[in-house]
């Protein structure tokens, strides 16, 4: 069965500073893998995916992802976080479903 | 373009008291519709999905139940509400595809005193 773990479940940054949002994956398969965002009482939005080809995976608002199969891993980076980052985190793999991570709630400060 | 609807958009309930929520999508036909709850503090929970009219899984078993009377429309129902059953409650849906990304709509925030 396929699974997801975000290692963190908080991470917090200075506004400028790296984020980096940790994924690893287990699938039997090759995967298509996802991050989605979550903005307070909101449904969720896709940031990016990885279905095959290049590994590094861009999406909206400056985040990328790149996907290492020998590390089973999808972390999740924007090089300058910016204070209206600050949300919810999913990270997903695809099965007949999509199996959800727990989730990292990233705090940014000024 | 594709939009989904979910309405109330929040509601305050009494335990024992009956639960209706509404989701509706435009502009596809035949999707895979889900239902998904968040409770306070945790991830995303599948509760229900469907892949055509009247074709219901359910993913845990609880109280809750689940409709989909039309091809664009999807219901999610309590007989009885349970202090447990508040949370914040997602529809989404997705394409036939492989890679089967979900799309979701605004969500429906549930108190249940």
């Known amino acids: 069965a396929q699974s997801v773990t975000q290692l963190g479940s908080h991470v917090s940054v200075s506004e400028g500073a790296l984020v980096l949002l940790r994924c690893n994956y287990s699938?039997?398969?090759?995967?298509?893998l996802f991050w989605y965002v979550q903005y307070p009482n909101q449904g969720l939005q896709l940031l990016l995916k990885?279905?095959?080809?290049?590994?590094l995976v861009k999406g909206i608002n400056g985040f990328e992802a790149e996907f290492k199969k020998s590390e089973t891993s999808f972390h999740l980076t924007k090089p300058s976080a910016h204070m209206s980052d600050a949300a919810e985190y999913f990270c997903?793999?695809?099965?007949?479903?999509?199996?959800f991570g727990t989730g990292t709630r990233l705090q940014v400060f000024p | 373009s594709q939009t989904i609807h979910q309405w109330p958009a929040t509601l305050v309930q009494p335990v024992g008291s009956p639960l209706s929520l509404e989701c509706t999508v435009e502009?596809?036909?035949?999707?895979?519709l889900y239902w998904y709850r968040q409770a306070a503090g945790r991830g995303l929970q599948l509760l229900f999905y469907?892949?055509?009219?009247?074709?219901i899984s359910s993913e845990v078993p609880q109280n809750l139940s689940a409709s989909r009377p039309q091809d664009r429309q999807f219901i999610l129902s309590s007989k009885k509400l349970l202090l447990s059953d508040s949370g914040f409650y997602l529809c989404?849906?997705?394409?036939?595809?492989?890679?089967?990304?979900?799309?979701f709509g605004p969500g429906t925030r549930l108190t249940v005193l």
């Open positions: 989404a849906w997705s394409e036939l595809r492989e890679d089967n990304e979900q799309f």
């Open positions: 699938s039997s398969v090759p995967p298509y």
């Open positions: 990885y279905t095959t080809g290049a590994t």
């Open positions: 997903a793999v695809s099965d007949y479903k999509l199996i």
């Open positions: 502009g596809t036909s035949n999707p895979n």
């Open positions: 469907s892949v055509g009219i009247g074709q």
